[in-house]
């Protein structure tokens, strides 16, 4: 809102009687960059290109996405060595912060559909040995119920042993889809290495299901983490290392909610996630002339995919260049800031140089998916990761480093359709608050920025619960203008 505009609402505001209220300020998220698509290269580049234009999304989108299936076709098997004596995974967790109605799901289906032609062609590989080893371990079974009916005690122990050597067997998988915790532990322990890409929350809300550590499988599986689970009744599960790709694609609501949540939030798991909270392009859609996404493009796409999941895997090493380039961007340029301008973030930042190595892996695999022989990472390809790390940096401040006003702003858009309101109504109709305490502030940054005026406190002297604050709504947020203004 510009100053012409102040001055013309301040005018009507006086005309209608409302001289008792400033005119609201805005509460604005501030500019962000666009995706630096053009870092990608071919083939990557050009298929998040042709596919943002098929569907109309912002280019962000399909282009984390598309790193994501990346990383999930070398999870598990590649690594990158960076610094020296330090690994990191080629897994990534990515979030794309977009509204509804913006055609997310098209652009998870595309992007994953290579994903998902490999984990059929897993299946269809193994599925005479899954077949053997059912029928064998059934067999067992069987012979091992009729030792249990007549007592023999060295059948039995002869095949419990045998069972242990042929434990059960299950079709591989490669994706999973809105889980509970303990389906995505069984999927992690039974196949290593698993991937989610889905258009909503619903993997972010794993206390729907049951309080406590249901966040484990999360944050071990960003990273090769070992998983343990042992619970009474239970048959135990285990993996020594665990690798998770997430592509989530969620609504604002959603990502403030995470970025707000206490458990969340103090134990690292919005900090694992690379974040892009692109403009929405509802509104400036085309529908007329809009390319399709050309069959040799897509193709192409598929067989990067395809070729980096059936290579044997490795270590990938920087050259001195590349190496000089990540040392200059972690210790020069970011180390120096945790303390300054990226406090209110410091969790997401101290991953954001390892964030960068495991980017530069998956450029890498992508740039040389048809000779993967090769092992050192270049300077262009760490640049490259680099640029798409800075470009990261804002988008991740948006989301996490202002948390407060994010949420100011959903309880604003209630506010909105209220002349006035108590301090309790509010909470109980925003029940993704954590507590009375977390709502506060926000009405207090509502107050200070003239959307709402707290009424004077009445003492009655009289015994009891004193009553819920009542704040008055400024008459200029019913204006549908206004509340775009500072929604």
């Known amino acids: 809102m510009d100053e012409l505009q102040r001055v013309a609402m301040a005018a009507e505001m006086a005309e209608a009687g409302n001289e008792g209220w400033q005119v609201p300020l ?25 596919l943002a234009e098929a569907t109309q999304t912002p280019l962000a989108l399909p282009g984390l996405a598309s790193l994501a299936a990346v990383g999930m076709a070398g999870a598990g098997r590649y690594r990158v060595e960076c610094p020296p004596g330090h690994y990191e995974p080629v897994n990534i967790y990515v979030c794309t912060v977009l509204g509804s109605g913006g055609r997310k799901s098209a652009v998870m289906k595309a992007v994953a559909r290579p994903l998902v032609e490999w984990e059929r062609d897993l299946q269809r590989e193994g599925l005479l040995k899954l077949q053997q080893e059912m029928a064998h371990r059934r067999s067992i079974l069987r012979r091992l119920t009729a030792a249990e009916s007549k007592g023999d005690i060295a059948e039995i122990n002869r095949l419990a042993a045998d069972l242990l050597i042929h434990p059960e067997v299950f079709p591989r998988r490669r994706l999973a889809d809105d889980s509970t915790p303990e389906a995505l532990t069984t999927l992690l322990c039974r196949n290593e290495a698993m991937g989610v890409f889905v258009s909503e929350a619903g993997i972010l809300s794993l206390d729907r299901y049951s309080k406590g550590a249901n966040y484990e499988v999360l944050l071990n599986a960003w990273d090769g983490g070992a998983i ?12 020594d290392a665990a690798y998770l790709t997430l592509c989530l ?11 707000t949540d206490p458990g969340k939030r103090d134990r690292g798991l919005p900090a694992r996630f690379l974040y892009a909270r692109p403009a929405s392009l509802m509104g400036r859609r085309r529908f ?9 493009v897509r193709e192409t796409y598929h067989r990067m995919i395809r070729a980096i999941a059936a290579s044997p895997g490795g270590t990938l090493t920087l050259s001195p260049d590349a190496m000089e380039a990540w040392y200059i961007l972690a210790e020069d340029e970011t180390e120096p800031r945790l303390l300054d301008d990226f406090k209110a973030m410091q969790d997401w930042v101290g991953k954001y140089p390892g964030a960068v ?19 050192e990472i270049g300077v262009e390809t760490m640049a490259k990761a680099i640029e798409i790390g800075r470009y990261l940096v804002p988008h991740a401040r948006s989301v996490l480093g202002t948390p407060e006003r994010d949420a100011a702003r ?53 015994a009891g619960r004193p009553p819920s604050p009542v704040y008055d709504v400024n008459p200029s947020a019913q204006n549908p203008q206004n509340q775009q203004n500072g929604v």
């Open 26 to 50: 805005e509460l604005p998220v501030g500019g962000l960059p666009p995706f630096p698509v053009e870092v990608l290269g071919d083939p990557l580049g050009g298929y998040v290109d042709c």
């Open 228 to 239: 343990r689970v042992d619970r009474e009744g239970r048959e135990p599960k285990s993996t």
């Open 249 to 259: 694609s969620i609504q604002p609501g959603a990502a403030v909610a995470m970025a």
């Open 288 to 296: 007329r002339g809009v390319q399709e996404m050309p069959a040799s």
């Open 357 to 375: 190595a495991r980017l530069a892996g998956i450029l890498h695999l992508a740039e040389h998916a048809d000779k993967l022989s090769r092992m």
């Open 410 to 462: 959903r309880v604003l858009r209630w506010v909105c359709k209220r002349d006035s309101f108590s301090e309790r109504d509010c909470f109980t109709e925003n029940r993704w608050l954590v507590g009375m305490d977390r709502l506060r502030p926000l009405l207090a940054l509502l107050d200070q920025h003239h959307w709402i005026r707290r009424r004077p406190v009445v003492r009655t002297g009289g």
